[in-house]
């Protein structure tokens, strides 16, 4: 049955009444606004502090291909990702979590025609939606301090909303198997650890062999791979694994959390 739920069609029109009804709750008052645009400083705060800041100190960064960066160019394109993948997680774990255990929403919403799968796939746009804001604010700061091109900021824009697809699908199926709000500690543990040890600091070509391995292994990796090769213009086929990779998480995070909500809710 579950099977047969997620090879059915999509309703394009039911999926968009998912994220319409997150827009109508856009506009219901400022508090949601508030927690939207405050996500956007956290990684701007880290560029300048770390980028900007301990940058003046480090000086410039050999890249694996031999080029020659400023600290501040390395770390940007870090930051960005980070900003795609927190406005992605913070939108499918909290309140997905929220909507679905305690608001009820979900139940309300599966009275209406619309089905699990389509509920999953509007609330994972809706995730991206609020990703692209922060990253595209995020990439005119990188423009206006000179850290990127017009050019190469387009060209990363569109990976940074695959890095909110993929880390929104992950989020979703998290959030499914949470038993309550403790857990997400665990969670918020788990996304410290791979902001700090994904490549987002300094190359991971200067870990030890065993660590590099097991970095490589992390989805935040790839996405600053992705981001940072596209951001800064160096390009290579290597980018094409890091899509691959993230689009993978997307498809599997989906699947698994529609199947989750099907079973919680409708069974």
Not at 43 to 52: E, F, K, N, T
Not at 126 to 152: D, E, N
Not at 261 to 266: P, S
Request: hydrophobic letters at 55%; charged letters at 10%.
């Amino acid at each position: 049955m579950v099977s047969a739920m997620l090879a059915a069609r999509l309703s394009p029109s039911r999926v968009g009444a998912v994220v319409g009804r997150n827009v109508g709750a856009l506009r219901s008052g400022p508090s949601y606004w508030l927690v939207l645009v405050s996500g956007f400083f956290e990684p701007v705060l880290y560029l300048l502090s770390i980028g900007v800041g301990v940058g003046a100190l480090v000086g410039d960064l050999r890249l694996p291909g031999g080029r020659v960066v400023e600290y501040a160019v390395f770390v940007a394109p870090a930051m960005l990702a980070v900003s795609a993948m927190s406005g992605a997680l913070a939108e499918t774990t909290f309140n997905l979590f929220f909507k679905m255990r305690y608001a009820k929403t979900f139940e309300a919403v599966l009275a209406t025609p619309v089905r699990p799968l389509e509920i999953a796939v509007g609330e994972l746009v809706w995730a991206m939606v609020r990703g692209s804001l922060y990253t595209a604010a995020f990439l005119v700061v990188m423009v206006a301090l000179g850290l990127t091109r017009v050019g190469w900021a387009l060209a990363a824009f569109p990976a940074t909303l695959l890095v909110g697809l993929a880390f929104g699908g992950a989020g979703m199926a998290v959030s499914t198997l949470m038993r309550g709000w403790q857990d997400f500690d665990l969670l918020s543990t788990g996304q410290f650890a791979l902001f700090l040890f994904s490549g987002t600091f300094s190359p991971v070509g200067e870990y030890p062999p065993m660590v590099e391995v097991l970095v490589g292994l992390t989805p935040l990796y790839h996405a600053v791979e992705l981001v940072r090769g596209l951001a800064i213009g160096e390009l290579g086929w290597g980018l094409l694994g890091d899509v691959a990779y993230l689009l993978v998480m997307t498809v599997a995070g989906l699947a698994f959390a529609a199947r989750r909500i099907h079973r919680t809710l409708c069974v």
